[in-house]
């Protein structure tokens, strides 16, 4: 579908900090530091610890935290804030009718697949999933 490959392609192409601007993605971050000690952030934190080389300081780390939680957590309150974040954005950009195509499953995967392109070439190569193995190319 349409809608889908323009997810896919604002998500990978465009990117998690120009989608909410500077400041809200600063805020983002701020709020998932903040968060760390709930059970839904902390079992994302430790997941992300043990499948990435990364300095927990680092903002890829905490946008791989992010992006393990838009997947699992979709209900989390961090997660609906975000995926309503990206709504107003598509309403702001692509009009009343884009904005009602757009569903929560569609936003969840942009928003995980924005955070992931954000990481600064310090995922692996291959798309993984959390449990360290390859994701299987279509």
Known sequence: ?????????????????????????????????ELRSTPEV?????????????????PSFLREVAAHLVETHPDLPFVRRLVNEIRAFFYQHFGTTMGNRVDANLVRGLAASALRSASEGALPRRPMRFDGTPIPAR
């Open 1 to 33: 579908e349409a809608t889908g490959v323009l997810m896919h392609e604002i998500g990978e192409h465009y990117g998690i900090r120009r989608l909410l601007g500077d400041e809200r993605y600063r805020v983002m971050l701020g709020e998932l530091r």
């Open 42 to 58: 902390r079992e994302a934190w430790a997941t992300v610890k043990r499948n990435y080389k990364l300095d927990e300081d680092n």
